[in-house]
C-alpha cells in the first residue's frame, strides 16, 4: 500500500514538473527550456529550468519568435510572422517521376515552398527516349502494310500548388492548377509491293497545349526525402501540322488530359519561414 502511495506521488509530483516549464523559440530555431523571470518592453529575463537557482538570463525580443507557457497558450513576438505553427521545410526540391521512366521518358520536378502561405510552385521537365510505339506496327492493309511510330519528343509547363495543412503532417494533402505543353512526333511508312518498291513515308508533329487540376499527398519520409503522389485532369488542344503531296496541312483537334506522377524527391536550401 505504501508503495502504490508512493508511485502515485511521485507521478503526481514529475507531472506538475512537466508541466510547469515554459519553452523560448528563438528566431534561429533553437529552444530554450526555461522558467520566464520578466518581459520589458526590450528584452525577455529567464532562468533555465533545470537551474532555476542559477543566473538569469537576458534575450532580446527581436531573437524570440514564440514563448509557449507551463499553461499551454503562446506569446509570439513578431507581427509580420503568422501566429501558428509552420514546419520546417526545405524550400527547394528536386524530384524524378519513377512512373514515366517505364514508358521511356525522363521526367524531372523542380518545386519551390512558401512555407508562410502554404503554396508552392512547381516546373516539369519531360524528354522523350525511345518513344512509345503504337498499336499499328506491320499493320497489314490490302498488299502492303503501315508501320506507325509516336514518340513524344519533350513536354514542360507550371503548376500552382496549395498545402491546406502548411507541410505540417507526415502525409499532406495538395491541390492545385497546371498548365501544360508538350510535342509528339509521329511517323508512317506505307510499303505496297505492287506499286512502290520502297516505303513511302510521312510524318506529323503534334503541338499540345493543356490545363488541367492536380490532386494528390506528400509524403514526408525525412527532413530531406518525400515522395508525391499526384493525378492530374483536365483538357487539351492538339495542332497537328503535316504535309499530304507535298501541302502542308494544320488541323486542330481536343482531347482529354491524363497524367499519373509517383515522384522521389530530395529537399534542400534554407529553411526559413516565409
Known amino acids: 500500500m505504501l508503495r502504490k502511495l508512493i508511485i502515485t506521488c511521485f507521478i503526481i509530483f514529475t507531472g506538475s514538473i ?114 512509345i510505339k503504337g498499336n499499328l506496327n506491320d499493320y497489314s492493309y490490302d498488299q502492303g502494310f503501315f508501320y506507325y511510330n509516336k514518340m513524344k519528343i519533350i513536354s514542360t509547363g507550371a503548376e500552382l500548388l496549395f498545402y491546406p495543412g502548411k507541410m505540417k503532417h507526415k502525409v499532406n494533402y495538395f491541390t492545385g492548377l497546371a498548365l501544360e505543353y508538350g510535342r509528339m512526333t509521329s511517323n508512317y511508312r506505307y510499303y505496297n509491293h505492287s506499286i512502290y518498291p520502297y516505303p513511302e513515308i510521312s510524318g506529323s508533329t503534334y503541338d499540345g497545349f493543356g490545363t488541367g487540376i492536380v490532386n494528390g499527398v506528400l509524403i ?7 515522395l508525391g503522389m499526384s493525378t492530374t485532369l483536365g483538357m487539351q488542344v492538339i495542332y497537328r501540322t503535316y504535309k499530304m503531296n507535298g501541302v502542308g496541312y494544320t488541323s486542330v483537334s481536343t482531347q482529354p488530359l491524363g497524367r499519373l506522377d509517383f515522384t522521389l524527391g530530395f529537399r534542400f536550401g534554407k529553411v526559413n519561414r516565409g
Do not use: C, W
Open 220 to 226: 514526408r519520409l525525412s527532413d530531406r526525402l518525400n
Open 18 to 131: 512537466a508541466f510547469a516549464q515554459d519553452t523560448i523559440h528563438l528566431m534561429n530555431r533553437e529552444k530554450v527550456v526555461a522558467k520566464v523571470q520578466e518581459i520589458n518592453p526590450a528584452q525577455i529575463k529567464y532562468k533555465l529550468y533545470t537551474f532555476q537557482d542559477g543566473p538569469t538570463y537576458v534575450v532580446n525580443k527581436t531573437e524570440v519568435f514564440k514563448i509557449v507557457y507551463s499553461d499551454g497558450h503562446s506569446e509570439f513576438f513578431h507581427d509580420d510572422i503568422i501566429t501558428e505553427e509552420i514546419a520546417d521545410i526545405h524550400p527547394f526540391s528536386v524530384g524524378i517521376n519513377s512512373f514515366d521512366l517505364m514508358f521511356g521518358f525522363i521526367s524531372v520536378r523542380g518545386e519551390y515552398y512558401f512555407a508562410k502561405r502554404g503554396v508552392s510552385i512547381k516546373i516539369p521537365l519531360s524528354i522523350g527516349l525511345n518513344g
